[in-house]
């Protein structure tokens, strides 16, 4: 009989997975959650997309994957086994309450001339969410991002940024490269696995960084 693998999830679980992406994005957000089983911790995702196509680009992810994905809403509780998307007309960022974390939308002025942006994302994930998260940076053109996953590392986040010849354009991941925000660069086919095997180290061993 083949063993079964350890679960991801633990008792009373804090962690959560954060995802940014840009021009090529829809489909490599497409695969990584593709990788991700039922039982993932809250994965929250900024997509930089116009508004009237983010509902409709949730409802997609949700037909294609084990996990429920829907477009986020202010105030929400972030669940297990769920992905929330950014809506394009404001921020997503994270917040931590009575020891659970919520979505929380802004329509604050665009930043890297992004509504919503990544580095938002990523800056209020290292802020409320520290070692207990998983970023991922994701094909994009620009900078968008890079400086978020940076915080997100002196956190203590674990950090990941798809590698070059995976990429639809090398911007976003690569900016993230040169300054050292990566714990680890691999291509797109193997992240989803590698977010699943790093959750599943820390399922009893506390941050996920390391």
């Known amino acids: 009989m083949t063993p079964r693998p350890p679960p991801i999830q633990r008792p009373q679980d804090d962690r959560l997975v954060l995802i940014g992406a840009s021009t090529g994005g829809t489909e490599a957000i497409k695969e990584v959650l593709a990788d991700l089983p039922v039982d993932i911790p809250g994965v929250v995702i900024v997509q930089h997309m116009p508004e009237m196509f983010t509902a409709s680009f949730a409802r997609r992810l949700d037909a294609q994957c084990a996990l429920h994905v829907k477009e986020a809403e202010d105030g929400e509780k972030v669940e297990a086994g769920c992905a929330y998307v950014a809506p394009g007309h404001s921020h997503l960022l994270v917040r931590r309450r009575n020891g659970a974390y919520y979505c929380e939308l802004s329509r604050a002025e ?34 968008d991002g890079a400086e978020g996953l940076l915080a997100m590392k002196a956190a203590g986040a674990y950090t990941v940024a798809q590698d070059q010849h995976s990429s639809v354009v090398w911007g976003m991941p690569r900016e993230a490269v040169a300054i050292g925000a990566a714990h680890a660069v691999i291509p797109l086919r193997e992240i989803g696995a590698h977010i699943v095997e790093k959750l599943r180290q820390s399922a009893t061993a506390g941050p996920v960084a390391g």
């Open 110 to 143: 665009p930043i890297n001339r992004h509504r919503p942006a990544v580095d938002a994302l990523f800056h209020s994930a290292a802020r409320n969410v520290g070692a207990r998260a998983i970023g991922v940076i994701l094909t994009g053109m620009g900078k």
